[in-house]
T-cell receptor, first 114, second 116 residues
Framework: AQKVTQAQTEISVVEKEDVTLDCVYE???????LFWYKQPPSGELVFLIR??????QNEISGRYSWNFQKSTSSFNFTITASQVVDSAVYFC???????????FGQGTTLQVKP | NAGVMQNPRHLVRRRGQEARLRCSPM?????VYWYRQLPEEGLKFMVY????????ESGMPKERFSAEFPKEGPSILRIQQVVRGDSAAYFC??????????????FGPGTRLTVL
């Protein structure tokens, strides 16, 4: 069975702090894809990143960085120097094999206070 | 190049009525997925369709829910005889056919269904 776990339900930080959102996944597929999406208060889903299972290279995009570790089945997301606009619900998702469907975690609500 | 479009954005129905949610995929995309987000929960897969075919409906409730993606026109998610528990945000996503892009899904803005 495939599963995504985001153990942190809510996180609150003060602006400019760094924050890491955890994501642990389970799958038996050897080829799979991992995603992060952002859902701001307006409700839409914003794609942030996709990572293939055969590419463990970490990625940095501005203040965002992702740490993919197959050994621990984790795909964690770090926001450096957080800003109020980062306040949102963040979802980690898994797409295993060729099933087509995304398996989402429960989401982590991030609140960045000024 | 327009993104995935969903309408209506907000839909209010009384118990027992029918709800029809429409999704127009991105241009050139032939795969459509529907997801449901219940209040305070993550998104749950409902159904995956290609043009005129249902590929995977393992997430669809057994009764009252149906989906189609005709040769022409948008994909439709239909909920008959709605109940209060159907109140949720319904998201549509699309992807192009073939290759690595197969697994990359682009989401629409969602339809918020409220059942009174």
């Amino acid at each position: 069975a495939q599963k995504v776990t985001q153990a942190q339900t809510e996180i609150s930080v003060v602006e400019k702090e760094d924050v890491t959102l955890d994501c642990v996944y389970e799958t038996r597929d050897t080829t799979y894809y991992l995603f992060w999406y952002k859902q701001p208060p307006s409700g839409e889903l914003v794609f942030l990143i996709r990572r293939n299972s055969f590419d463990e290279q970490n990625e940095i995009s501005g203040r965002y960085s992702w740490n993919f570790q197959k050994s621990t089945s984790s795909f964690n997301f770090t926001i450096t120097a957080s800003q109020v606009v980062d306040s949102a619900v963040y979802f980690c998702a898994l797409n295993g094999g060729n099933t087509g469907k995304l398996i989402f975690g429960q989401g982590t609500t991030l609140q960045v206070k000024p | 190049n327009a993104g995935v479009m969903q309408n209506p954005r907000h839909l209010v129905r009384r118990r027992g009525q029918e709800a029809r949610l429409r999704c127009s995929p991105m241009k050139g995309h032939s795969h459509v997925y529907w997801y449901r987000q219940l209040p305070e929960e993550g998104l749950k897969f409902m159904v995956y369709l290609q043009k005129e075919n249902i590929i995977d409906e393992s997430g669809m409730p057994k009764e009252r829910f149906s989906a189609e993606f005709p040769k022409e026109g948008p994909s439709i998610l239909r909920i008959q005889q709605v109940v209060r528990g159907d109140s949720a945000a319904y998201f549509c996503a699309s992807s192009p056919a073939g290759g690595l892009a197969y697994n990359e899904q682009f989401f629409g803005p969602g339809t918020r269904l409220t059942v009174l």
